[in-house]
């Protein structure tokens, strides 16, 4: 059983910015992605970004392209989602998660393709 321990979140300004942590517990050679994803209250699960533990390649939301960055270190074995140019939407709890340990031909973007969640940590950007 992998644990992810997400960190990071708050309150901010819109314009402001945010760094999220994810640490995972433990990784298999078989583990070889990261996802980070959020849910605002009355809405469904939606994808944020994804990236390999190698660091690339990686893939973003439309929504969030541009503002936020994901990065990896696999040192720390911990992933990070750097948010930037924050606004209201962006208000939400954010999860990091990882799927099911195989290699994918495209990265993994849909929620159902992901067996381990973290808790969440609440982002509330005030405008």
């Known amino acids: 059983q992998v644990h992810l321990a997400e960190s990071g979140g708050g309150l901010v300004q819109a314009g402001g910015s945010l760094r999220l942590s994810c640490a995972a517990s433990?990784?298999?050679?078989?583990?070889?992605?990261m996802g980070w994803f959020r849910q605002a209250p009355g809405k469904e699960r939606e994808f944020v970004a994804v990236i390999t533990w190698a660091g690339d390649p990686t893939r973003y939301a439309d929504s969030v392209k541009g503002r936020f960055t994901i990065s990896s270190d696999n040192a720390k074995s911990t992933v990070y989602l750097q948010m930037n140019s924050l606004n209201p939407e962006d208000t939400a709890v954010y999860y990091c998660?990882?799927?099911?340990?195989?290699?994918?031909?495209?990265?993994?973007?849909?929620?159902?393709?992901?067996?381990?969640w973290g808790q969440g940590t609440q982002v509330t950007v005030s405008s």
């Open positions: 998660a990882a799927p099911f340990p195989q290699w994918r031909a495209v990265l993994p973007t849909n929620v159902h393709d992901y067996v381990h």
């Open positions: 433990r990784r298999t050679s078989s583990d070889y992605y």
